[in-house]
């Protein structure tokens, strides 16, 4: 089945700074890749995604890059805000997996004010 | 607005009783899901239904079963609780196909 590596697990940066979260998936068959972002006492909810048809995909200050050939994905935040400090999850999809959705193990980032 | 509701946000059980989770969506999402999440280990799947009465287990069912005889609801239980189900609780709801998943706020069960 498909894993999903996370790194790094905690991440601080400064506010205005750039972050970047990185995954890699081992099921080269795998085509869609959400990204979400889970705040104290909530559900996570979804930020962004990308499908395997683009390389790169962006939303504001959130932008998320596929390399499908290393199979990896990041997820870069620019001009971060304190309302930016939050547990990020990255996931991965196959279509032969009906559907499910294997997440990493997550990222807890840091907003330093 | 959208919502998964689950019933209770912290639950605190016996080891060895019967656990029922109760996850509700309004949006007639087809597909719904259980999650189970622990530190480092990130979210991992237990369940999933995509209709009604169908489901398929995830990646960790054992000790688990589900059951979905409406469209909006989806129960997780734990049959005989043990003290390695100490976890939060997430449960989703989504489109068929790769769409968006809407997750409930979840539930902290602690078995003692």
């Known amino acids: 089945g498909e894993n999903v590596e996370q790194h790094p697990s905690t991440l601080s940066v400064q506010e205005g700074d750039s972050a970047v979260i990185k995954c890699t998936y081992s099921?080269?068959?795998?085509?869609?890749f959400p990204w979400y972002k889970q705040e104290l006492g909530k559900g996570p909810q979804l930020i962004i995604d990308?499908?395997?048809?683009?390389g790169e995909k962006k939303d504001q200050r959130i932008a998320v890059t596929l390399n499908k050939t290393a199979k990896h994905f990041s997820l870069h935040i620019t001009e971060t805000q304190p309302e930016d400090s939050a547990v990020y999850f990255c996931?991965?999809?196959?279509?032969?997996?009906?559907?499910?959705?294997?997440f990493g193990t997550g990222t807890r980032l840091t907003i330093i004010p | 607005d959208v919502k998964v509701t689950q019933s209770s946000r912290y639950l605190v059980k016996r080891t060895g009783e019967k656990v029922f989770l109760e996850c509700v969506q309004d949006?007639?999402?087809?597909?719904m899901f259980w999650y189970r999440q622990d530190p480092g280990l990130g979210l991992r799947l237990i369940y999933f239904s995509y209709d009604v009465k169908m489901k398929e287990k995830g990646d960790i069912p054992e000790g688990y079963s589900v059951s979905r005889e409406k469209k909006e609801r989806f129960s997780l239980i734990l049959e005989s609780a043990s003290t390695n189900q100490t976890s939060m609780y997430l449960c989703a709801s989504s489109l068929p196909g790769w769409t968006e998943a809407f997750f409930g706020q979840g539930t902290r069960l602690t078995v003692v």
């Open positions: 990308i499908r395997s048809n683009v």
């Open positions: 099921d080269s068959a795998s085509n869609y």
């Open positions: 949006m007639d999402h087809e597909n």
């Open positions: 996931a991965a999809s196959s279509p032969f997996g009906n559907e499910k959705l294997t």
